[in-house]
């Protein structure tokens, strides 16, 4: 996403000088200033509103239909960047996490509101690194009966993002913005280190 607030927000997260406080918030913004993007289509329906003046016909977002799914534990730090926008969604968890010999993501936690058919769902990951993880959540999500799914991350390594688009075309993949390769460790480079140790602060 080439909106210059997005990318001179993601260069401040970039900053190994950038503290905890000031990293999570500029997450939430992110998430937020994406989510405003991403949420373009949601239908919208026409009923009658009376203002001071007179009645007329105004669009309103149609039902409630939209879950937000964040993969823990860094994409919990999107949450509320979308829920400011749409306060009434409903909230899955997938919890996901990586073993750091083989790379190989492993779910451990999976709550998903039931029924999910008819909800847009709205995937967050702040780095979309192998593009493991991100398979897999959308693989469980597809699963329980998930159709309409966005995915938004805040970085992409073009490897994962690759993976992601080739194994789930049906998918729209939102990325602030897509880096150069992953290191050896899987890590995105230039990236920003491990999104979710600078949005708690734990090592
Ligand atoms: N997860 C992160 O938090 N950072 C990376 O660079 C890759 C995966």
Not at 51 to 57: A, D, E, H, M
Not at 80 to 89: R, Y
Not at 101 to 117: L, V
């Amino acid at each position: 996403m080439d909106h210059p607030l997005i990318q001179h927000k993601i260069s401040i997260l970039r900053n190994e000088t950038t503290g905890t406080n000031e990293f999570r918030k500029l997450v939430e913004e992110i998430a937020r200033l994406e989510g405003y993007e991403a949420l373009r289509d949601l239908p919208l329906e026409y009923e009658e509103t009376k203002t001071p003046i007179t009645t007329t016909l105004t669009p309103y977002i149609a039902g409630k239909k939209l879950c937000l799914v964040p993969i823990l534990r860094a994409g919990l730090g999107m949450v509320e960047g979308l829920l400011s926008l749409c306060p009434t969604a409903k909230v899955g968890f997938i919890g996901m996490y990586r073993d750091e010999e083989t790379k190989i993501p492993h779910e451990y936690y999976c709550k998903i509101p039931s029924p999910i058919e008819q909800r847009t769902i709205v995937c967050l990951d702040p780095m979309l690194a192998t593009g493991g993880s991100a398979c897999d959540a959308i693989e469980d999500i597809k699963k329980r009966g998930g159709k309409k799914i966005k995915f938004l991350c805040i970085i992409a390594a073009p490897e994962g993002l690759r993976k992601v688009t080739k194994e789930h075309p049906d998918v729209t993949f939102y990325v602030g913005h897509l880096d150069e390769k992953l290191n050896d460790n899987a890590y995105i480079v230039p990236g920003l280190g491990d999104a979710g140790d600078r949005i708690y602060g734990t090592k």
